[in-house]
């Protein structure tokens, strides 16, 4: 009685599928000695001939094409069980919902997520970034997890969560190369009557920077205002005006956006908040966020509270 060689199957299948020894040596990153070979021996242990020569070229005998089906099906059911398995280790990986304010700074962003992909239980990280009540609402009805946002959840909101504060630092400010030659004053005066990128009125630093700027006799020219920090930055780069961005990352933010630091605005607090519905931070991809917060980002005199 005949045994069916499922390689030797493979083989036969695959010369089937492209029409010559040649080119399926070719695919299967074999010699075609070794596929002959292979199919002398399958045609043996069936008892038929599967192939017949027709000039170069391979065409199926009867048997063959009875053969052929049998073996498309054979192995799209393989096809469709490896599939199947890929699916079921992919649906191990628990969904993460984060969302992003718009006024967060997208480096900031990143270097707050990046650990909570590293842990040895893998995430599948969903990003949605917006402004921060559509971003509550979301939070409210648990399509999200958390949220990382510059200010703390307004007390007049009925949603229940907690504030976590994960660090805060002054702000530096930046110029391109062009922008700063061709001003020749030292740092703050040469903010005066120079043109000047503003955070937008949703992002949380923009009344106390507009407060420092009188404050300082400052009258800048604002040429835009911008509630995407990423976008504001690219404008900068492009020596649009001066901008500012977070000390703590502006190294990240000289090197990516090719600008250099004109000089630093202590006075001018920006926090982050770590926005959830839990008092306790216990879940692990959480804590990873917060523990970096604390010491890589906003270093060790970052203050890390909850604030209900």
Same mark, same amino acid.
């Given at each position: 009685?005949s045994?069916?060689?499922?390689?030797?199957?493979?083989?036969y299948w695959?010369v089937?599928?492209?029409?010559s020894i040649a080119?399926?040596?070719?695919?299967?990153?074999?010699?075609p000695?070794?596929?002959?070979g292979?199919?002398?021996?399958f045609?043996q242990?069936?008892?038929?001939?599967l192939?017949?020569?027709q000039g170069?070229?391979l065409?199926?005998?009867d048997? @063959?094409?009875?053969?052929l089906?049998? $073996?498309d099906a &054979?192995f799209?059911?393989?096809?469709d069980?490896?599939a199947? %398995?890929? #699916?079921?280790?992919?649906a191990?990986k628990?969904?993460f919902?984060v969302?992003i304010s718009?006024a967060?700074?997208?480096?900031i962003?990143?270097?707050?997520l990046?650990?909570?992909?590293?842990?040895?239980?893998?995430?599948?990280?969903?990003c949605r970034e917006g402004?921060?009540?559509m971003?509550?609402?979301?939070?409210a009805?648990?399509k999200?997890?958390m949220?990382?946002a510059?200010?703390?959840?307004?007390p007049?909101?009925?949603?229940?969560?907690?504030n976590h504060?994960?660090?805060?630092? @002054?702000?530096?400010?930046?110029g391109? $190369?062009a922008? &700063?030659?061709?001003?020749?004053?030292a740092f703050?005066?040469? %903010?005066? #009557?120079?043109?000047?990128?503003?955070?937008g009125e949703d992002v949380?630093?923009?009344?106390?920077?507009?407060?420092?700027?009188?404050l300082?006799?400052l009258?800048?020219?604002?040429?835009?205002e911008?509630?995407?920090?990423a976008?504001?930055?690219?404008?900068?780069?492009?020596a649009?005006g001066?901008?500012v961005?977070p000390s703590?990352?502006q190294d990240?933010?000289?090197?990516?956006?090719?600008v250099?630091v004109v000089g630093?605005?202590d006075s001018?607090i920006?926090q982050?908040?770590?926005?959830s519905t839990?008092?306790?931070?216990?879940d692990?991809?959480?804590?990873a966020?917060?523990?970096?917060?604390k010491?890589?980002i906003?270093?060790?005199?970052?203050?890390?509270k909850e604030?209900?």
């Amino acid at each position: 009685m005949s045994t069916l060689n499922y390689k030797h199957l493979r083989y036969y299948w695959m010369v089937a599928k492209t029409g010559s020894i040649a080119r399926a040596a070719e695919q299967m990153h074999l010699t075609p000695h070794a596929i002959s070979g292979q199919l002398k021996e399958f045609e043996q242990n069936l008892g038929v001939e599967l192939f017949q020569k027709q000039g170069r070229n391979l065409e199926l005998t009867d048997a @063959g094409r009875r053969i052929l089906s049998h $073996a498309d099906a &054979i192995f799209s059911t393989g096809d469709d069980l490896l599939a199947s %398995l890929h #699916q079921t280790s992919s649906a191990k990986k628990r969904s993460f919902r984060v969302g992003i304010s718009d006024a967060v700074s997208k480096s900031i962003a990143y270097r707050l997520l990046e650990p909570a992909l590293a842990l040895p239980d893998p995430l599948r990280l969903i990003c949605r970034e917006g402004r921060l009540a559509m971003l509550l609402a979301e939070l409210a009805i648990h399509k999200l997890d958390m949220i990382i946002a510059d200010r703390p959840m307004p007390p007049s909101l009925s949603v229940r969560g907690y504030n976590h504060l994960l660090g805060e630092c @002054g702000l530096s400010v930046f110029g391109a $190369a062009a922008l &700063i030659k061709k001003n020749k004053l030292a740092f703050p005066a040469m %903010l005066d #009557q120079a043109p000047f990128l503003l955070p937008g009125e949703d992002v949380a630093i923009q009344a106390k920077l507009l407060h420092w700027l009188e404050l300082n006799n400052l009258r800048p020219n604002i040429v835009g205002e911008f509630d995407d920090g990423a976008l504001m930055k690219a404008f900068g780069q492009a020596a649009a005006g001066f901008f500012v961005g977070p000390s703590a990352m502006q190294d990240d933010i000289c090197a990516q956006y090719q600008v250099r630091v004109v000089g630093q605005i202590d006075s001018v607090i920006e926090q982050i908040y770590l926005i959830s519905t839990a008092r306790r931070i216990t879940d692990p991809a959480v804590i990873a966020i917060s523990e970096t917060a604390k010491r890589a980002i906003f270093g060790a005199g970052s203050k890390s509270k909850e604030i209900e």
